[in-house]
């Protein structure tokens, strides 16, 4: 494969990104979900000989990619392969001991979704993988083979928001007796089988939010983001912001809530007449409201239609 194939996606709200960063030149900046380095270049770009970029992308190939397309910056640029819950770590190993922003893009890529053998599609038929990290010994196969009826309603209604998905477990269970569910292909008939007619008019395909959500639980998606912005919020400089796009309602409400946590100030009850708390904000959030992509954004690229950039500023 080319790597100009694999990572033929576009970066989504790029200016958006680069205003709410506020990049300095002599800054360090993460960006913590690297993928085929797109927001990574432009970042990089607008560093000075003190400045420094940190990528990081728990795939393999995306590591592969963004290392070869950020090679043009030097030193300025290092692609880390990690999970950007781990930043702090990785900050640790390279020395650094404070940052000025944090950039995350949050769930599945172009490439992935592009690539049929990765099993994260719907669209084509191919083995039951969906891991962003091919050393995460967890896969959908197992999920969907192994996980007992409840556990995948629960999967499929808390992730996937999925409004038949007692059905589609019950369904799923069924299959497996005969034989394990093996592919893709195989899931998706029996999504469709699980979904009455009437419902699957919509303009979304049946199996999209199960989909979606056997991917959250086989890379625990939801359960790093509160941890990563924690960590970030804890390396930041005085003035330095995280940027989050976020994909889907329940990754948007972890930031929104995350970030409202980190602007709380004092929590004593309003009949106290001083603060015994001592609770100081700790950010401002920029972005009262989530930065959506522009009419000619969608246009090139339809799949940013779901995005939403918050952003927060450390005090």
């Known amino acids: 494969m080319e790597e100009n194939i694999q990572f033929s996606h576009f970066s989504v709200l790029l200016n958006e990104c680069m205003d709410g960063l506020d990049i300095k030149p002599d800054g360090i900046y993460i960006d913590g979900t690297c993928g085929g380095a797109g927001h990574s270049s432009v970042i990089a770009s607008r560093l000075g000989e003190g400045g420094r970029l ?35 770590r990785v900050c640790e190993e390279l020395e650094i001991t404070s940052i000025d922003g944090l950039l995350l893009d949050l769930g599945v890529s172009s490439y992935q979704l592009d690539t049929p053998e990765r099993g994260f599609s719907y669209q084509a038929d191919a083995p039951l993988d969906m891991r962003m990290d091919v050393r995460n010994p967890l896969t959908a196969r197992t999920v969907v083979n192994e996980y007992s009826e ?36 195989e899931l998706v008939e029996i999504i469709k089988r699980s979904i009455p007619a009437h419902a699957r008019d919509g303009g979304h395909h049946p199996a999209k939010r199960s989909f ?28 330095g912001r995280i940027a989050i796009i976020t994909f889907h309602s329940l990754e948007d409400r972890i930031v929104k809530q995350a970030f409202a946590d980190l602007a709380c100030g004092c929590t004593c009850p309003k009949s106290f007449p001083v603060c015994v708390c001592g609770k100081k904000p700790i ?28 952003v927060a500023e450390k005090l």
């Open 54 to 88: 940190i990528g990081l992308d728990q795939d393999a190939t995306a590591v592969q990619v963004a290392t070869k397309r950020l090679s043009v910056f030097g030193e300025r640029a290092t692609v880390v392969r990690s999970n950007f819950c781990e930043l702090a």
């Open 150 to 185: 409840d556990k995948i309603r629960k999967i499929l209604f808390e992730y996937g928001e999925e409004r038949f998905s007692s059905r589609i477990a019950s369904n799923i269970v069924r299959a497996r007796e005969s034989a394990p569910i093996e592919t893709t292909g």
């Open 212 to 239: 979606q959500a056997l991917r959250i639980e086989v890379n625990a998606e939801l359960d790093v983001i509160a941890p990563a912005i924690k960590s970030a919020v804890g390396l930041l400089k005085p003035g």
């Open 283 to 310: 950010c401002k959030v920029i972005t009262r409201k989530p930065i959506l992509p522009s009419p000619e954004e969608l246009e090139i690229n339809p799949r940013s239609r779901s995005a939403k950039l918050r």
